[in-house]
């Protein structure tokens, strides 16, 4: 069922009185901080304006795509709304199981009437995908253990003369491959091209080569937090909202390396399926969760980038800790001075293949 985007915006900014009475909808999250983020900026204004409007939460995010399959096969759809990654939104939506958005129909404009598309930008990056925050992976260092010269480049990461320790690094080939390659030579902007080739991988492989003895391989992005807290690692890598949390709340001796940092999406998909209601319920909600102000909000309790280019401005300090958040976002122009966009495509081609020859790297 479709809606105008002028009864949207309605029903988006009165309440639906005994309309809404008793409507309950189930989000699907991450948990932890990011999910709390949703929960202050976004979820409680729109229950307040909406008596009778209730969510529930459920963390399975990370197993969303298997999750929504198994739904869509027994005829079941129990989830309104569902965070995920860009790229599973792209299988999602690639094997219907997502429902195709329109951001002008569905989607607030910017408050100087700019279109979602436009505000949007390049961030719509799938025909499902209502982008939400921008993030990074990227390095945080134990200042205490990097001697007099911090890090300022990624390829610190690969020198044990001028930064010897453990290193932390995710056990995947993706974001480690590509940082291999740049720190062997290849030019940024040639990097796919070259992890395209059997040359590349095993090129890749082998400068990962270089340190393999001197690396913890990490598979929750709360794993590196601790292990700088604990001081047994000198850097890893970990999501930039984890590095900002055990900086700036915990005050561990930890500074961000943002160099090299990859820039990847969440955001919202809505299931396909969903009855007239249903889907009547959620597009409300996403029409006025998904707004300037309400994005720009988020980044009050998490260092992560609001996707809409209207909402930068509006970035302001942390709720809590009283302090500015702008510097900490990672397309903060002071950090964002030398990224890399996480290659969905590229990865959708050849994830399976990379990911054999890297579990077998490991196992060697």
């Known amino acids: 069922m479709k809606l105008t985007a002028k009864l949207l915006a309605a029903s988006a900014l009165t309440a639906v009185a005994g309309a809404a009475t008793a409507q309950e909808m189930t989000f699907v999250s991450w948990g932890g901080a990011y999910q709390k983020s949703q929960l202050n900026a976004y979820v409680e204004p729109y229950i307040a ?41 792209m299988r999602l939506c690639d094997e219907g199981l997502a429902m195709e958005i329109d951001p002008d129909e569905h989607l607030a404009p910017a408050p100087d009437g700019t279109s979602a598309e436009d505000d949007f930008g390049d961030l719509l990056v799938s025909d499902c995908f209502i982008p939400q925050i921008v993030y990074s992976t990227t390095f945080g260092y134990r200042t205490d253990m990097v001697g007099d ?48 080739t059997e040359e590349g991988q095993e090129r890749a492989l082998a400068k990962l080569g270089t340190i393999k003895d001197e690396v913890i391989w990490w598979s929750a992005g709360a794993d590196t937090p601790q292990l700088l807290a604990d001081g047994e690692i000198v850097m890893g890598s970990t999501y930039n909202g984890r590095l900002f949390s055990v900086i700036e709340e ?115």
């Open 49 to 89: 304006s909406n008596p009778g409007v209730s969510v529930v939460w459920d963390e399975s995010s990370a197993e969303a795509v298997a999750k929504l399959r198994a739904m869509n096969e027994a005829g079941n759809i129990t989830w309104d709304l569902v965070d995920v990654v860009a790229a599973d939104a």
């Open 149 to 196: 010269t911090p890090p300022t480049d990624i390829c610190a990461v690969f020198d044990l003369e001028a930064y010897p320790g453990k290193r932390a690094l995710e056990k995947r080939p993706i974001n480690n491959v590509e940082w291999a390659l740049y720190c062997d030579g290849v030019a940024k902007d040639d990097i796919y091209d070259v992890l395209a």
């Open 250 to 364: 915990q005050n561990q001796p930890v500074g961000m390396l943002w160099d090299m940092q990859v820039f990847d999406l969440d955001g919202w998909i809505i299931p396909e399926g969903l009855s007239e209601e249903r889907l009547e319920r959620v597009l409300d909600f996403v029409y006025f969760g998904t707004d300037t102000q309400r994005l720009a909000d988020q980044a009050k309790y998490i260092s992560y980038g609001p996707a809409r280019a209207s909402s930068a401005p509006l970035v302001g300090k942390h709720e809590e800790l009283g302090i500015d958040m702008a510097p900490h976002m990672p397309t903060d122009p002071e950090n964002a001075k030398n990224t890399l966009l996480y290659n969905f495509e590229f990865w959708a081609d050849y994830r399976d293949d990379i990911d054999a020859k890297f579990q077998a790297w490991l196992a060697q």
